[in-house]
């Protein structure tokens, strides 16, 4: 299997970048200082705050007309989390991963093991009942019609159960939380009982949350549209609230960023999800249109700010909930492994600027009503450029300077090529 990246490769590539890194720390940390802000602690913070990769964000992804797949691709799980850990080391941002059943499925002792010899843990599982699995003995039924809220309740109960192995999978990986996800809903009006469809779907992830272990979460994660489109049945924020509080003490709401109505508020969707203390954690990417799986903050990244401004304003409460972060992405034309460095980037930047919003001023204003200085204050934040702080802390924990940088002299993707014959086929990865 492909080593991962030559220690003298990144010592060399920080050593072209450092005399200006320490500069431009310096001249930053001066002009926060000014400001009444260490440097040192948001970059603590920043340093702490990590994101999980998804297994199936580093095979190339494609759309509903073709997939144009790259070189070196992975052809099974291991090779996939050998390309996460490449991720991981040069942007040390994202020691964990998040898998995909059937399509990750292994022994999990190897999977472990594997994990451990690179560094790696892992964060939500997610099961899949949104396509057939015709190789998997254990789903002979068809989910064309919906899974968990199917109108036979033969393939709600293997699609119960397909659930249930995907916990004991991620319980002997060390793993705390299932995602669903479900692809059910109907294409026209009159096709599917929506309230009918609703309780069949919640009698079915009572069953699931029953299985759970006692330190486990349950995740429910809404879209709006897609592969259903007419109506989808957790079709949004709202469904998903009434999912969890049906559900109890286990079960939270996921947000995916790009499974909402264009132009949804949705830091307010955080905000108010945090007020009931049931965000239970993230799906970030970036979309223009729907959800198109962009890298996170390619588009908007002043979306991605307000959303991590409502994060940091939770302070404490947020603290109690210990969202998991994950990445949700399908790159089409990019090195998986490039965009997954970049997005792991432009998360923690939005973070690093929401630390610098001054809470108290802002507070103020709201307060007083001066509408454009709270507006201002907020933007304050925003415009910071934070790059020095996201690479003193990958670089103070063994990371690049520049990853991408270091990625690509690194020959990486040339080796892998060599390793890995092209493959057809496998997993879209579009949830
Ligand atoms: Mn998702």
């Not at 949350?209 to 957790?234: C, N, Q």
Request: aromatic letters at 8%; charged letters at 25%.
């Amino acid at each position: 299997m492909a080593a991962r990246i030559d220690r003298d490769v990144i010592d060399k590539s920080n050593e072209q970048f450092q005399e200006a890194l320490e500069a431009d720390y310096a001249a930053l940390g001066a002009r926060l200082d000014r400001r009444g802000i260490a440097i040192d602690d948001i970059k603590r913070k920043v340093a702490g705050f990590t994101v999980a990769v998804p297994s199936w964000g580093v095979g190339t992804g494609g759309t509903r007309f073709a997939r144009f797949p790259g070189g070196g691709e992975p052809r099974g799980i291991f090779e996939k989390l050998n390309d996460c850990a490449v991720i991981n080391d040069l942007g040390r941002a994202t020691p964990a991963v998040s898998l995909h059943i059937p399509w990750d499925k292994a022994d999990p002792a190897d999977l472990r093991a594997k994990a451990e010899e690179l560094g790696l843990g892992f964060d939500a599982m997610n099961s899949n009942t949104f396509q057939d699995h015709p190789d998997d003995p254990s789903q002979p039924l068809s989910y064309k019609y919906g899974s968990l809220s199917h109108t036979d309740a033969a393939v709600r109960q293997q699609a119960v159960e397909h659930n249930l192995e995907t916990v004991s999978i991620g319980e002997a990986i060390g793993s705390k939380a299932l995602t669903v996800w479900i692809g059910d809903g109907s294409n026209f009006p009159g096709q599917s009982d929506l309230g009918r469809a609703f309780e069949r779907y919640l009698g079915a992830m009572k069953e699931i949350t029953k299985g759970l272990p006692a330190d486990w979460r349950i995740f429910s994660e809404h879209k709006m549209y897609e592969p259903a489109f007419y109506s989808t049945v957790v079709q949004d924020w709202g469904t998903s609230y009434l999912t969890a509080v049906e559900l109890g003490e286990k079960a939270f709401c996921l947000v995916d960023l790009g499974h909402h109505a264009p132009n949804v508020n949705m830091e307010q969707i955080v905000s108010r999800l945090i007020h009931s203390r049931k965000l239970g954690g993230f799906h970030f990417n970036d979309s223009k249109y729907g959800d198109d799986d962009l890298d996170a903050g390619s588009i908007d990244p002043f979306r991605l700010f307000l959303v991590f401004n409502e994060l940091v304003e939770a302070g404490a409460r947020l603290d109690a909930l210990g969202p998991s972060y994950m990445i949700d992405q399908s790159h089409n034309v990019t090195d998986p492994i490039e965009s997954l460095i970049r997005t792991a980037g432009e998360i923690r930047r939005a973070y690093a600027q929401a630390l610098l919003v001054d809470r108290a001023a802002l507070r103020g204003f709201q307060d007083e009503n001066d509408a454009l200085m709270a507006s201002e204050t907020l933007k304050a934040g925003f415009r910071f450029d934070v790059e020095p702080i996201l690479a003193k802390a990958r670089l103070e924990a063994g990371g690049a300077i520049d990853p991408i940088a270091a990625y690509r002299t690194s020959g990486y993707r040339q080796r892998v090529s060599q390793e890995r014959p092209a493959s057809r086929g496998s997993g879209g990865g579009i949830v």
